[in-house]
Each structure stands twice: as structure tokens, then as C-alpha cells.
């Protein structure tokens, strides 16, 4: 079964104080691995999207990178605009299609 | 650009009724998927339009159908509504590999 796990749930953060969010995956045939960040209430936005193993992509404080098995998001110094749900999504196939979500990671990051 | 939006922002129906939610997609994007996200899970995967055809479909019952416009606009209809279909709906469009999310309807069926 094509499946996506995040891990922690949720995470609290101190402003400054770098971490890494999990998510691993069992997509057969994964074609990409996508990154959205979800504020409450609100649709989630796209953040980035990797294709092979040892892929690294980065945007401001955030860099995503990918294994064979996992993708790691790294938060590098945050602050507390950073603190959303980030979501991680494997999609297969030759095109674009259905993305197989995870559960998020609630991030808060405090002053 | 306006990105990807959708109409109406909240909607609270009935259970048995019928409803339908509809979705612009951003400039340029020909494909649309629709998602039903439930409150703390990640979006779950409707269907999604491509040349006005459904190319996939989740595991969703027949009671949700869709449609594509020339325009490539898009409508979820859901019949027969249950509480358990109280969800925000998320209209995403794509054009090659990168897919944008609309705001989403806020759908309760009381």
C-alpha cells in the first residue's frame, strides 16, 4: 500500500534553535517527493519537489533533501513566522497526478 | 495572477443535499485535482481532470462526481451528503510538475 509517514507529529521550537522534520515513505515507483507548508484554515502551499536520491533543494531558512526511503525537511534557525503544519507527498507514474499526503508536522516556534 | 481560487469560502448543508463546489485554476494549468482534507489529516485525493475526462480516482463513492469546463475551470458535486463528508476541499492545478493549491471550501453538513 502506497503510504507517507511525518514524524514528529508536532514541534515545539525555540526561535533560533535549528531541527529537522521526517518523512518517510512507501510509494511504489515514487516519481517525486513534494513539500507544501499548510497555514490553519488555509490551502496548502508549495514548497519544493525532489526526484532522486541525494536531491537537496532550498528556500530561505528551509532545505529539503531526499534518500532512497526518506525525505528530511531542515529548519535552520526559525522564527516564529515559520511555524505552520508542513505537509510531505509522494506522487508515481509518468505525470503529475494523485499525491499520497502524510499527516503533516505541526511546528510552533516561540519567541 | 490570481493563483488557484474557489468559491464559496464555507458552505453548511444538510445531510441527504446536494452540493457543489467550484474551482479557477491558475493561469495557464490545463489539469485539476480535487482533495478532501479532514480537520488534522493530510488532504486525501479525490479525482483529477485533465482535457475534461477524469484521468484518476481516489477512493472516493460515486456520490462524488466532478467536471471539467473548456476553460479548464472545474465543479465537485457530492450527493446525497453524510456529516462524515465535513471536510475542507482543496481544488489543486498543474501544469508539468508542480501543483498549486486554491484556498479551499469549508464544507459542514449538519
Known amino acids: 500500500e502506497d503510504q507517507v509517514t511525518q514524524s514528529p507529529e508536532a514541534l515545539r521550537l525555540q526561535e533560533g534553535e535549528s531541527s529537522s522534520l521526517n518523512c518517510s515513505y512507501t510509494?511504489?515507483?515514487?516519481?517525486?517527493l513534494f513539500w507544501y507548508r499548510q497555514d490553519p484554515g488555509k490551502g496548502p502551499e508549495f514548497l519544493f519537489t525532489?526526484?532522486?536520491a541525494g536531491e537537496e533543494k532550498e528556500k530561505e531558512r528551509l532545505k529539503a533533501t531526499l534518500t532512497k526511503k526518506e525525505s528530511f525537511l531542515h529548519i535552520t534557525a526559525p522564527k516564529p513566522e515559520d511555524s505552520a503544519t508542513y505537509l510531505c507527498?509522494?506522487?508515481?507514474?509518468?505525470?503529475?497526478?494523485?499525491?499520497?499526503f502524510g499527516r503533516g508536522t505541526q511546528l510552533t516556534v516561540w519567541p | 495572477d490570481a493563483g488557484v481560487t474557489q468559491s464559496p469560502t464555507h458552505l453548511i448543508k444538510t445531510r441527504g443535499q446536494q452540493v457543489t463546489l467550484r474551482c479557477s485554476p491558475k493561469?495557464?494549468?490545463?489539469?485539476v485535482s480535487w482533495y478532501q482534507q479532514a480537520l488534522g489529516q493530510g488532504p486525501q485525493f479525490i479525482f483529477q481532470?485533465?482535457?475534461?475526462?477524469?484521468?484518476q480516482r481516489g477512493n472516493f463513492p460515486d456520490r462524488f462526481s466532478g467536471h471539467q469546463f473548456p476553460n479548464y475551470s472545474s465543479e465537485l458535486n457530492v450527493n446525497a451528503l453524510l456529516l462524515g463528508d465535513s471536510a475542507l476541499y482543496l481544488c489543486?492545478?498543474?501544469?508539468?510538475?508542480?501543483?498549486?493549491f486554491g484556498p479551499g471550501t469549508r464544507l459542514t453538513v449538519t
Open positions: 481532470y485533465y482535457e475534461e475526462e477524469e484521468r
Open positions: 525532489l526526484y532522486s
Open positions: 507527498a509522494g506522487d508515481r507514474g509518468s505525470t503529475l497526478g494523485r499525491l499520497y
Open positions: 510509494v511504489s515507483g515514487l516519481r517525486g
Open positions: 493561469s495557464g494549468h490545463d489539469t
Open positions: 489543486a492545478s498543474s501544469l508539468w510538475d508542480e501543483q498549486y
